[in-house]
């Protein structure tokens, strides 16, 4: 059974350029979820998404981050204008409907920005 | 903001031993988690207890929950080389937006001596 599968693991960009990251969430799991985690800290939450509904971009540090999930599956983080505060581990986590529960992380993309 | 702050920050201990790490927390609760990560990559989800519960078990896990301090704590018995990674605690309160959002710790680090 296919878990929560991200893309790339690893991602070197020079400052300024813009990144793409693509997490495939567990087919069924209606709810989508992007954290940040960087070097030896916690983790800390980016977005949410749930069904339809309006996504959750509370957790998002600045404008030059976005997020969007197409046809309630496949979600994107485009982080744009990246900075080097922005080198982190993204992990992206699905649950099922209402997500009251256990969220299953993806291994993560390990962006470096130089 | 950290919801959940792990102590200690880091633990060593002998192959064998027991392993107790605590999770302090600040607002109330719907439930807690407890994950581990290995490798600062995925995480993966160990146990949940409900703010209505005081002690759960999962094979060599038991987990307790005291609202009335907030605080939690996880204690791995018989411990062996493979639970070396670190773990975190998780707190869920629900949102605006009705989701439940998980604010995680920072993170004990665990390293079991074989």
């Known amino acids: 059974g296919a878990g929560v599968s991200q893309s790339p693991s690893n991602k070197v960009t020079e400052k300024g350029k813009d990144v793409e990251l693509r997490c495939d969430p567990i087919s069924g799991h209606t709810a989508l979820y992007w954290y940040r985690q960087s070097l030896g800290q916690g983790l800390e939450f980016l977005i949410y998404f749930q069904g339809n509904s309006a996504p959750d971009k509370s957790g998002l540090p600045s404008d030059r981050f976005s997020a969007e999930r197409t046809g309630g599956s496949v979600s994107t983080l485009t982080i744009q204008r990246t900075q080097q505060e922005d080198s982190a581990v993204y992990l992206c986590?699905?649950?099922?409907?209402?997500?009251?529960?256990?969220?299953?992380f993806g291994p993560g993309t390990r962006l470096t920005v130089t | 903001s950290q919801q959940g702050e792990e102590d200690p920050q880091a633990l060593s201990i002998q192959e064998g031993e027991n392993a107790t790490m605590n999770c302090s927390y600040k607002t109330s609760i719907n439930n807690l988690q407890w994950y581990r990560q290995n490798s600062g990559r995925g995480l993966v989800h160990l146990i949940l207890i409900r703010s209505n519960e005081r002690e759960k078990h999962s094979g060599r896990l038991r987990v307790t929950l005291d609202t009335s301090k907030k605080s939690s704590s996880l204690l791995i018995t018989a411990s062996r080389a493979a639970d070396t990674a670190s773990y975190f605690c998780?707190?869920?309160?629900?949102?605006?937006?009705?989701?439940?959002?998980?604010?995680f710790g920072t993170g004990t680090r665990l390293t079991i001596i074989p």
């Open positions: 986590a699905s649950s099922l409907a209402g997500g009251f529960g256990e969220q299953y």
């Open positions: 998780a707190t869920t309160l629900i949102s605006n937006f009705g989701n439940e959002k998980l604010t």
